[in-house]
């Protein structure tokens, strides 16, 4: 059983800084990549950042990356995702995710933090 509780969204300026936290209650956590996934309005989700979490080896979207900074904190279960210099572009309901490491799809899902970034 895997539960993930995102939080951290909120109403930011442009330029600014927002970080995000994903609680995580997994049974096994070395078998597992978590992701941060986003969806804006009228588009397609998005993928952002993965990090496994037994390596902590991380990967970007070309769209994100040197902006974003995906990161785990093993001793409180948590995986957070950074966002820097936010743009009206970002502004989104963010999701966190949990894929088995040996699985391509995430099926373990949060219910989505929105964050909203005004010019």
């Known amino acids: 059983q895997v539960q993930l509780v995102e939080s951290g969204g909120g109403l930011a300026q442009a330029g600014g800084s927002l970080t995000l936290a994903c609680a995580a209650s997994i049974r096994t956590f070395s078998e597992y990549v978590m992701g941060w996934f986003r969806r804006a309005p009228g588009k397609e989700r998005e993928f952002l950042a993965s990090?496994?979490?037994?390596?902590?080896?991380?990967v970007y979207a070309d769209s994100v990356k040197g902006r974003f900074t995906i990161s785990r904190d093993s001793a409180k279960n948590t995986v957070y995702l950074q966002m820097n210099n936010l743009t009206p572009e970002d502004t989104a309901v963010y999701y966190c995710?949990?894929?088995?490491?040996?699985?391509?799809?995430?099926?373990?899902w949060g219910q989505g933090t929105q964050v909203t970034v005004s010019s």
């Open positions: 995710a949990a894929r088995f490491v040996l699985s391509r799809d995430y099926n373990n």
């Open positions: 990090i496994s979490w037994s390596s902590g080896g991380t």
